[in-house]
């Protein structure tokens, strides 16, 4: 397989509501494509990040002149290309996983759809649907997210996963635990927001019967999560703190977490996003497959790792409608509480040429023969 042609575009697509978390407020997803185009076949891939490093270090600009000068160059010079290669070839430039990720993602899909392989075969998925959780975000109300969360309810999410920060916490999570029972699968999601001298404070969502608290202190805090996960009943769940299947073996032998929530690009690529399923299911930990507010692009690529046996708990993968009134792909839909896994090559999706002319922004070639 040989590089003909490397795309890199912008798009913007609003999204249907605001998305707040204790990070920022998102009311349109503003990212980049990556487009690879072969002797044999295409591949497409979506970068996990932001314009601006709020949420990660990485930001649309940075990864932009990263690939242009440092990643394709060094992709396009191998004489076997392969996606299993690219890392290898990626290694000497240090960091940047979300830019390496979208390039070994487009290269990836490029080589299953040449094989006519679904991309969850090539990952060794086991399932042809998975179960669909939703991501809510903060409200400028109780009432407000109540009647946010019996939407989703009734449109057959089966998991309920709620933004919290410092004052948005116990009210929100106690009146939601009231409002809808015990029976539904609840969750925590603090995204950093918090340090271990809030143990005591973190300690009092014990008594919701949460299923987990996804990372409450600093990804580089493993210390005071293991501090912390003496501290609480409720399972501790890693997110921005596994980078690697390193990370996630350490975090596992220091006692960190119960739970890992394995974000693809956030990890470099869907490869080593498999390495760090195979590195849980080893140690019996439960990993689910965490959103960016991905479009169809890399929403039915996540979908394809979430097939993989050891992705026991609902994933944050929801239906397009969760936040675009259009995808650039047909849309996925909710039925039964689950979505199912495309079964074409590759992601087993196709990009609309009218869509994605529509939300394009800018676009420019990285390479070309």
């Not at 290898?88 to 899909?109: F, Q, S």
């Not at 998975?130 to 903060?138: F, L």
């Not at 969750?187 to 008594?207: K, V």
């Not at 996540?302 to 936040?323: E, H, K, T």
Request: hydrophobic share 45%.
């Amino acid at each position: 397989m040989k590089i003909e042609r490397i795309d890199l575009i912008e798009v913007s697509l609003s999204l249907v509501r605001p998305f707040r978390t204790s990070c920022s407020v998102d009311t349109e997803r503003n990212t980049l494509l990556l487009h690879v185009v072969t002797d044999v076949s295409e591949g497409w891939a979506e970068f996990g990040g932001d314009p601006e490093p709020v949420y990660s270090p990485e930001f649309a600009v940075g990864a932009e002149r990263i690939l242009r000068d440092h990643l394709v160059p060094r992709a396009t010079a191998l004489p076997h290309l392969t996606a299993a290669r690219v890392a290898g070839a990626m290694a000497p430039v240090k960091g940047n996983p979300l830019a390496k990720a979208l390039l070994e993602t487009a290269i990836l899909d490029a080589e299953c759809r040449a094989y006519a392989m679904p991309l969850s075969t090539y990952l060794g998925g086991v399932r042809d649907r998975i179960r669909a959780g939703v991501s809510v975000g903060i409200t400028d109300t109780v009432p407000e997210l109540i009647d946010t969360v019996a939407g989703y309810l009734a449109e057959g999410y089966v998991r309920i996963k709620l933004k919290i920060e410092p004052g948005w916490d116990l009210e929100p999570v106690r009146a939601v635990r009231a409002e809808f029972g015990p029976d539904l699968v609840l969750q925590a999601d603090a995204n950093t927001a918090y340090s271990l001298a809030d143990a005591d404070h973190l300690r009092r969502l014990d008594e919701f019967g949460l299923v987990q608290l996804e990372q409450p202190l600093p990804a580089d805090d493993l210390g005071g999560h293991v501090e912390l996960a003496k501290l609480l009943r409720t399972p501790l769940c890693l997110d921005e703190s596994i980078c690697s299947a390193r990370d996630a073996a350490f975090a596992i032998r220091l006692g960190a977490c119960r739970i890992i929530n394995v974000k693809p690009s956030r990890v470099g690529g869907y490869l080593e996003a498999r390495r760090i399923h195979d590195v849980c299911a080893a140690h019996g930990i439960p990993v689910w497959c965490g959103g960016m507010l991905e479009t169809g692009i890399g929403r039915a690529q996540n979908l394809a790792l979430a097939a993989l046996p050891g992705f026991v708990l609902p994933n944050d993968i929801s239906a397009s409608s969760r936040y675009y009134a259009t995808d650039l792909t047909a849309p996925f839909e909710l039925e039964d509480g689950c979505l199912s896994i495309p079964d074409g090559p590759g992601g087993g999706v196709a990009v609309d040429p009218a869509a994605l002319k529509r939300h394009t922004v800018a676009s420019q070639t990285l390479f070309a023969v």
